[in-house]
């Protein structure tokens, strides 16, 4: 895999681990924490865990699936790029527009405190 393949799938995985981890057991959390957020490799984590290195990738690709099925069900991370893209467009609309600048600035306000909420 490539690095920047590599980066992406770190970076997809951990936006999903964002809007599902309380729905992972608690082993699937850890190990996940470890290799994607602190970047331990599979051997550091299985000498922390004392079991093999094969195991902890089992784990790993098991809540990798796991994370990719409440995605395909629920559709969270999916919705909120939408949102995302939503907001950034209409932040363009309203600056490009003809109205007043107060007007510009009140629903730009706006669009902040929505963009805050994700």
């Known amino acids: 895999m ?3 393949n590599r980066l992406e799938k770190t970076n997809r995985i951990n936006l ?3 809007f599902y981890e309380q729905l992972l057991t608690e082993k699937q959390q850890m190990f996940l924490k470890y290799y994607f957020h602190d970047d331990f490799s599979l051997g550091e984590i299985a000498a922390e865990f004392e079991i093999s290195r094969q195991a902890v990738y089992e784990h790993i690709k098991r809540a990798e699936q ?3 099925q409440y995605e395909d069900k629920l559709g969270l991370l999916r919705k909120h ?3 995302v893209q939503d907001l950034e467009k209409l932040r363009e609309l309203v ?4 109205m007043a600048q107060d007007q510009k600035i009140s629903i730009n ?3 902040d405190h929505l963009e805050a909420w994700e």
Do not use: G, T, Y
């Open 16 to 18: 999903l681990f964002d």
């Open 66 to 68: 796991v994370l990719e």
């Open 109 to 111: 306000k706006m669009v």
């Open 2 to 4: 490539s690095q920047e």
């Open 81 to 83: 790029a939408q949102r």
């Open 95 to 98: 600056n490009a527009s003809e």
